[in-house]
């Protein structure tokens, strides 16, 4: 796997493509982060994504919506 030093799960998950529908600059803005990090733009966003879920970027909740739990009652 080229990017092996960037898995963040099992090493033998494998990478798919995925598309996003997000704002142009947004993505300009990635992708200079990227590319200033040496990173490629799938890296850097599966990074990005990574470090908001485990609360290193921002807290996050992560729980679970169970039936007796709205989204509102929270």
């Known amino acids: 796997m080229l990017y ?3 898995t963040m799960t099992t090493p033998d998950e494998q990478r798919k493509l995925v598309a996003l529908r997000m704002l142009p600059s947004a993505h300009r803005q990635a992708k200079i982060a990227a ?4 990173k490629t733009l799938g890296v850097w966003i599966e990074e990005a994504i990574l470090e908001k879920v485990e609360g290193k970027a921002h807290p996050v909740r992560m729980e679970k919506l169970t039936a007796e739990t709205s989204y509102e009652e929270r």
Do not use: K, L
């Open 4 to 6: 092996n030093i960037y």
């Open 35 to 38: 590319v200033t990090e040496g």
